[in-house]
């Protein structure tokens, strides 16, 4: 499966290029490794000090070792570190050797634990990614920080972290436009993968050494982001197919009163239903690498509310089905297409009479229809065996117009939440739970023609090509899909050169 693949901390290879991410204490440093990462597993807390000693983890994808991040703790002794520094002041070529003296003679020291934590891999090639929180304002307590990282002389890029809001990234781009090769505004919580993309191939124009290897696993991560588009929709349509085709039977004596049966059977078949959606969220969360999601170490991720509504209810036919209107417009399309096949099939002797009344049958079964699927009529056949005096009850396939269009909405939107979710993102989601939602409208008409043909089509390869049809469908709604985007105010400014 294609993923970003994390594994225990380990060295960090120099002939890879190494991002080591650093800051003042509880900037966001590890929100932006654990997005960067797609790993749910780095450990976030709003309390400063989370994070005691470096680590360095590798990016890979399909087991191709990429590059690395690196986290490291929060400055503590910033100012006597400069000092330090500057009292060994010397020409900028001898620089990087004052600070490998600073950590030779402070590593053992706790009160600097944290400066030589983070300054060691810098000395030993590790590009610079400095994290500032933009909805803190900008003060001289940091300047001793970024004049740290001066001294090294390695290839530094800003990250403005906005974690409660924007209100003085101005400030802090002004500011370190002066000592970074290029400032970029990012949400580790929230910003868009494009984002993320962006990051890596901006560093890339400001280490030249790196830029092959940068902008080929930026390259790695557009096209794994592809393939898992595919793949969801892969997914999506094998349980939509399986929902619109099981049914749960039960054999009983003819002596026996099916009644007590009827049921307990349809409520097996609603059972299944709802765990085929389960099923398939939880290949979609793995796909993600979102198999774990966590709040903090107890509670799990809250999904909004809609999505954790049954099926079966009114509020999730409101919320993810269409509207009568639509339900109305798109069988009567549908009816319109069944009736052609028979005009084609009497080569048109039929006089168009087919079309008219299958747009009338259509048109017939949409307004009939409830899209409410909390009043849903399960259908259940009873089947006779004579030779064995037998009864087989089956409740299903479920044939209800707007059952596909709820399902496929939910799964739909269940996706885009999961492919849109940053790994450091760990609070619940909220969702307006009074809005419609549906996002099967644009393509309604080939839904209800795949729901409609789909129990009649025998024969693997005619069921193949309808099934392939539907993926198409799906892997079209998927691209396109009419949700806005969050905007996290990202924004990059290219600084010294």
Known sequence: MNRLENTTPTPAPKSLPNLVVVGHPNQGKSSIVSTLLQDTTIQIASLPGTTTTSQSYPVQIQGQHLFNLTDTPGF???????????????TADKRLDVIKQFIAEHKSNSSFAHECQILQPIIDGAGILYIVDGSKPYSPSYEA????????????MALINPIESSNYITAWQQALSQSFSSTLVFNACF????????????????????????????????????????????IITLALTEMLTTSISKTISQLDDPEPHKQPLKDKLLTKIRDLETTSRNELKSLYNLTTLYIDETDPLTLPDPLTDDIFTESASSIFGLSKSSLITSSAATGAITGGIVDAHTGGTSFLLGTAIGTAIGAGLGFIADQ???????????????????????????????????????????HHIIANHNHANRT????????????????????????????????????????????????HLLQNLPIDQANDNTSTTNNIS
């Not at 503590?76 to 010397?90: F, G, M, V």
């Not at 920080?145 to 530094?156: C, Q, V």
């Not at 009864?391 to 709820?406: D, K, M």
């Open 76 to 90: 503590e002794n910033a100012r006597k570190t400069l000092a330090y520094l500057q009292s060994h002041d010397t």
């Open 145 to 156: 920080e970024i004049e740290i990282l001066r001294w090294t002389g390695r290839p530094r």
């Open 191 to 234: 910003s868009e993968f494009d984002k993320h993309i962006q990051l890596l191939r901006t560093f890339a124009t400001i280490q030249p050494d790196w830029s092959t290897p940068l902008n080929h696993a930026a390259d790695c991560m557009t096209e794994q982001r592809s393939n898992r588009q595919i793949e969801a929709a892969t």
């Open 372 to 414: 409410n699927l909390a009043k849903l009529d399960l259908p259940l056949t009873i089947q006779k065996n004579i030779r064995q005096n037998t009864l087989t009850l089956t409740a299903g396939p479920i044939a209800h117009i707007n059952f596909p269009h709820v399902i496929l909405s939910r799964l739909l939107y269940f």
């Open 428 to 475: 619940p989601i909220t969702l307006p739970s009074d809005d419609n939602i549906n996002l099967t409208k644009p393509a309604a008409k080939d839904i209800n023609k795949f729901a409609k043909q789909l129990p009649k089509t025998h024969g693997p390869q005619k069921r193949q090509a309808l099934i392939t049809s539907l993926n198409q469908t799906i892997t």
